[in-house]
């Protein structure tokens, strides 16, 4: 009897070894998640920034001059629509 309780307290540590990993790994997660959801939220308040201070008075050209081009504001999804396009260009010449 002393070996079987021995071979299961040998096997719960090993489980709770497992569970530990799965454990951080859920937490790494949920970490990386409420990131991005502040990550988010700091766009949109950078996005409303660079509105008012066009409202205020500043242009793109001299927010661009002070390093606060409006670009840092949008998304870049034009860029990954340009290759598309030329791959489809082949496409419709045959």
């Known amino acids: 009897m002393d070996t079987i309780e021995r071979t299961q307290q ?3 540590e090993l489980l709770n070894s497992r569970i530990d990993s799965v454990t951080d790994l859920v937490k790494a997660r949920q970490h990386v998640a409420d990131l991005e959801a502040k990550l988010v939220e700091a766009k949109k308040e950078n996005k409303k920034a660079y509105v008012r201070a066009i409202k205020d008075g500043w ?10 081009d409006q670009a840092t504001t949008t998304r870049r999804r034009q860029a990954t629509k340009k290759p598309t396009e030329s791959q489809s260009a082949p496409a419709a010449d045959a």
């Open 10 to 12: 040998q096997a719960r």
């Open 59 to 68: 242009s793109a050209e001299e927010l661009k001059k002070l390093g606060l």
